[in-house]
C-alpha cells in the first residue's frame, strides 16, 4: 500500500507554469507506475501522463511538448512540470501509483489538486 500526497495546483494565466508533486509514503523505485490523471467538471478522469518504474513515459496527445513528468526516487516524489498551460488544462490533478500485489496490479489515489488556468 502507499498514501500518495499531491501539491503544487493553484491559479495561473493561460501561457503559465505550475509544477505539481505528489509524495508518496514509501520507497517508489519498485512502484510499477507512477502517472497523473486529471478530471475536468462534467468529464470522465484521463490520464495526463506517467512513469514506470525503468523511466519510460507516455503522454496524453494535447500535453505532449508542454507538460514533463519525473521522478525522485531519492525524495520518494513524482512531479508534473506543466508549462504553456492553457484554459482546458483547468481540472483537478490526480497523482496515480500502480502496485503489484502478487499478480494483482491495484491502483491507489491521492486526494488531489486543482488546477485553474484563467485569466
Known amino acids: 500500500q502507499v498514501q500518495l500526497v499531491e501539491s503544487g495546483g493553484g491559479l495561473v494565466q493561460p501561457g503559465g507554469s505550475l509544477r505539481l508533486s505528489c509524495a508518496a509514503s514509501r520507497s517508489i523505485f519498485s512502484i510499477y507506475a507512477m502517472g497523473w490523471y486529471r478530471q475536468a467538471p462534467g468529464k470522465q478522469r484521463e490520464l495526463v501522463a506517467a512513469?514506470?518504474?525503468?523511466?519510460?513515459?507516455r503522454y496524453a496527445d494535447s500535453v505532449k511538448a508542454r507538460f514533463t513528468i519525473s521522478r525522485d526516487n531519492a525524495k520518494n516524489t513524482v512531479y508534473l512540470q506543466m508549462n504553456s498551460l492553457k484554459p482546458e488544462d483547468t481540472a483537478v490533478y490526480y497523482c496515480?501509483?500502480?502496485?503489484?500485489?502478487?499478480?494483482?496490479?491495484?491502483?491507489?489515489w491521492g486526494q488531489g489538486t486543482q488546477v485553474t488556468v484563467s485569466s
Open positions: 496515480n501509483a500502480r502496485i503489484y500485489t502478487g499478480l494483482k496490479l491495484d491502483d491507489y
Open positions: 512513469i514506470s518504474s525503468g523511466d519510460s513515459t
